[in-house]
Protein backbone atom coordinates (compact mmCIF):
# COMPACT_ATOMS: atom_id res chain seq x y z
CA UNK A 1 0.00 0.00 0.00
CA UNK A 2 1.22 3.46 -0.64
CA UNK A 3 2.29 5.31 2.34
CA UNK A 4 3.94 8.55 2.23
CA UNK A 5 6.46 7.76 4.72
CA UNK A 6 8.08 5.04 2.42
CA UNK A 7 10.54 5.27 -0.41
CA UNK A 8 11.68 2.79 -2.85
CA UNK A 9 15.56 2.75 -3.31
CA UNK A 10 17.10 1.33 -6.51
CA UNK A 11 20.20 0.31 -6.53
CA UNK A 12 22.32 -0.72 -9.39
CA UNK A 13 25.09 -3.05 -9.81
CA UNK A 14 27.22 -3.33 -12.77
CA UNK A 15 28.60 -6.93 -13.38
CA UNK A 16 29.75 -9.57 -15.81
CA UNK A 17 27.42 -12.57 -16.04
CA UNK A 18 31.18 -14.20 -15.15
CA UNK A 19 31.46 -12.08 -12.37
CA UNK A 20 30.50 -13.62 -8.60
CA UNK A 21 28.05 -10.28 -7.64
CA UNK A 22 25.76 -12.11 -10.70
CA UNK A 23 25.30 -15.53 -9.05
CA UNK A 24 24.97 -14.42 -5.71
CA UNK A 25 21.80 -15.90 -3.82
CA UNK A 26 19.03 -12.86 -4.01
CA UNK A 27 19.48 -12.60 0.18
CA UNK A 28 22.80 -11.96 -0.02
CA UNK A 29 22.48 -9.16 -2.81
CA UNK A 30 19.86 -7.94 -0.51
CA UNK A 31 22.00 -8.27 2.70
CA UNK A 32 24.71 -6.68 0.98
CA UNK A 33 22.50 -3.45 -0.79
CA UNK A 34 21.21 -2.60 2.97
CA UNK A 35 25.12 -2.72 4.47
CA UNK A 36 26.10 -0.52 1.54
CA UNK A 37 22.73 2.51 2.05
CA UNK A 38 23.19 2.23 5.36
CA UNK A 39 26.93 3.06 4.96
CA UNK A 40 26.09 5.77 2.70
CA UNK A 41 24.19 7.30 5.39
CA UNK A 42 21.42 7.05 3.18
CA UNK A 43 19.11 5.01 5.97
CA UNK A 44 19.12 3.05 9.13
CA UNK A 45 19.26 -0.40 8.57
CA UNK A 46 15.96 -1.20 10.61
CA UNK A 47 14.20 1.07 8.00
CA UNK A 48 14.76 -1.91 5.35
CA UNK A 49 11.39 -3.34 5.28
CA UNK A 50 11.79 -5.23 2.13
CA UNK A 51 13.69 -6.13 -1.19
CA UNK A 52 14.15 -7.46 -4.29
CA UNK A 53 16.28 -8.15 -7.03
CA UNK A 54 16.01 -8.47 -10.66
CA UNK A 55 18.82 -9.42 -13.08
CA UNK A 56 18.77 -8.21 -16.91
CA UNK A 57 21.09 -9.51 -19.02
CA UNK A 58 22.73 -8.02 -21.57
CA UNK A 59 21.98 -4.41 -20.28
CA UNK A 60 24.67 -2.59 -20.91
CA UNK A 61 25.83 -1.80 -24.64
CA UNK A 62 29.58 -2.31 -25.58
CA UNK A 63 31.46 -0.85 -28.28
CA UNK A 64 33.68 -2.51 -30.33
CA UNK A 65 36.34 -1.45 -31.12
CA UNK A 66 36.08 -2.02 -34.91
CA UNK A 67 32.79 0.22 -34.83
CA UNK A 68 35.26 3.11 -34.64
CA UNK A 69 36.21 3.04 -38.16
CA UNK A 70 32.20 2.71 -39.39
CA UNK A 71 31.23 5.64 -37.10
CA UNK A 72 33.81 7.50 -38.83
CA UNK A 73 32.63 6.66 -42.66
CA UNK A 74 29.11 7.78 -41.58
CA UNK A 75 29.75 11.06 -40.20
CA UNK A 76 31.57 11.65 -42.92
CA UNK A 77 28.76 10.39 -45.54
CA UNK A 78 26.48 12.94 -42.73
CA UNK A 79 28.91 16.02 -43.08
CA UNK A 80 28.82 15.60 -46.83
CA UNK A 81 25.23 15.11 -47.35
CA UNK A 82 22.94 15.94 -44.57
CA UNK A 83 24.26 19.24 -43.16
CA UNK A 84 21.43 19.93 -41.33
CA UNK A 85 20.51 17.20 -39.77
CA UNK A 86 21.75 16.94 -35.85
CA UNK A 87 23.10 13.63 -34.82
CA UNK A 88 22.78 13.41 -30.88
CA UNK A 89 22.04 11.43 -27.91
CA UNK A 90 23.87 7.85 -26.97
CA UNK A 91 22.28 5.83 -29.69
CA UNK A 92 21.61 8.92 -32.21
CA UNK A 93 25.85 9.17 -32.09
CA UNK A 94 26.80 5.63 -30.90
CA UNK A 95 28.76 7.07 -27.82
CA UNK A 96 29.94 5.95 -24.94
CA UNK A 97 27.89 9.11 -23.42
CA UNK A 98 26.53 9.32 -20.00
CA UNK A 99 23.03 11.21 -19.42
CA UNK A 100 24.90 14.72 -19.30
CA UNK A 101 26.01 14.29 -22.07
CA UNK A 102 23.43 12.75 -24.12
CA UNK A 103 21.47 15.68 -22.71
CA UNK A 104 24.30 18.36 -23.73
CA UNK A 105 23.82 17.49 -27.44
CA UNK A 106 20.22 17.75 -27.28
CA UNK A 107 20.63 21.36 -25.96
CA UNK A 108 24.07 22.17 -28.41
CA UNK A 109 21.33 20.71 -31.27
CA UNK A 110 19.15 22.68 -30.87
CA UNK A 111 20.77 25.59 -30.22
CA UNK A 112 22.38 25.13 -33.58
CA UNK A 113 19.04 25.09 -35.07
CA UNK A 114 18.34 28.73 -33.77
CA UNK A 115 21.78 29.46 -35.58
CA UNK A 116 24.47 28.13 -33.43
CA UNK A 117 27.58 26.20 -34.26
CA UNK A 118 28.55 23.63 -31.71
CA UNK A 119 30.62 20.91 -32.73
CA UNK A 120 28.18 17.96 -31.37
CA UNK A 121 30.99 15.09 -31.56
CA UNK A 122 33.04 17.25 -29.83
CA UNK A 123 31.46 16.72 -26.18
CA UNK A 124 32.33 14.15 -24.02
CA UNK A 125 35.61 13.40 -26.52
CA UNK A 126 38.44 13.09 -24.48
CA UNK A 127 36.55 13.34 -21.27
CA UNK A 128 37.53 10.44 -18.67
CA UNK A 129 35.69 7.78 -17.46
CA UNK A 130 35.20 7.94 -13.57
CA UNK A 131 34.03 4.82 -12.25
CA UNK A 132 36.48 2.86 -11.18
CA UNK A 133 36.44 -0.40 -10.89
CA UNK A 134 34.71 -2.12 -7.63
CA UNK A 135 37.53 -4.08 -6.56
CA UNK A 136 34.78 -6.67 -5.22
C1 LIG B 1 22.63 -0.15 -17.99
C2 LIG B 1 22.97 1.32 -18.17
C3 LIG B 1 23.38 2.05 -17.08
C4 LIG B 1 23.69 3.41 -17.22
N1 LIG B 1 24.09 4.12 -16.12
C5 LIG B 1 24.34 5.43 -16.23
C6 LIG B 1 24.70 6.20 -15.07
O1 LIG B 1 24.79 5.69 -13.95
N2 LIG B 1 24.95 7.53 -15.25
C7 LIG B 1 24.86 8.14 -16.47
O2 LIG B 1 25.09 9.34 -16.56
N3 LIG B 1 24.51 7.44 -17.58
C8 LIG B 1 24.25 6.11 -17.48
N4 LIG B 1 23.90 5.39 -18.60
C9 LIG B 1 23.86 6.09 -19.88
C10 LIG B 1 22.56 6.86 -20.06
O3 LIG B 1 21.49 5.97 -19.81
C11 LIG B 1 22.51 7.37 -21.50
O4 LIG B 1 23.63 8.17 -21.76
C12 LIG B 1 21.26 8.22 -21.74
O5 LIG B 1 20.10 7.57 -21.29
C13 LIG B 1 21.17 8.44 -23.23
O6 LIG B 1 20.07 9.29 -23.47
P1 LIG B 1 19.47 9.35 -24.91
O7 LIG B 1 18.33 10.32 -24.84
O8 LIG B 1 20.54 9.57 -25.91
O9 LIG B 1 18.93 7.86 -25.22
P2 LIG B 1 17.89 6.94 -24.43
O10 LIG B 1 17.80 7.32 -22.98
O11 LIG B 1 18.31 5.55 -24.80
O12 LIG B 1 16.51 7.34 -25.09
C14 LIG B 1 16.17 6.95 -26.39
C15 LIG B 1 14.68 6.72 -26.40
O13 LIG B 1 14.24 6.56 -27.75
C16 LIG B 1 13.31 5.51 -27.79
N5 LIG B 1 13.29 4.98 -29.15
C17 LIG B 1 14.25 4.24 -29.77
N6 LIG B 1 13.88 3.97 -31.04
C18 LIG B 1 12.69 4.56 -31.23
C19 LIG B 1 11.80 4.65 -32.34
N7 LIG B 1 12.08 4.09 -33.52
N8 LIG B 1 10.67 5.35 -32.17
C20 LIG B 1 10.37 5.94 -30.99
N9 LIG B 1 11.18 5.90 -29.90
C21 LIG B 1 12.31 5.22 -30.03
C22 LIG B 1 13.79 4.51 -26.75
O14 LIG B 1 12.75 3.67 -26.32
C23 LIG B 1 14.25 5.47 -25.64
O15 LIG B 1 13.21 5.79 -24.75
C24 LIG B 1 23.59 4.04 -18.49
C25 LIG B 1 23.16 3.28 -19.60
C26 LIG B 1 22.86 1.94 -19.44
C27 LIG B 1 22.39 1.17 -20.65
Redesign the pocket.
Known sequence: MYAKSKICLDL?Y?VFESDGLWSLPDEELLELARREIVELGLVRGEEVEDGTVVR?PK???MYGMSSTGQIVVLRSWLDRNLVNLQP??????HKY???????M??LCAARNILGAEHDLWAINTGADYQ?EPHGR
Open positions: ESMAYPLGRNGMNSQDHSMTGE
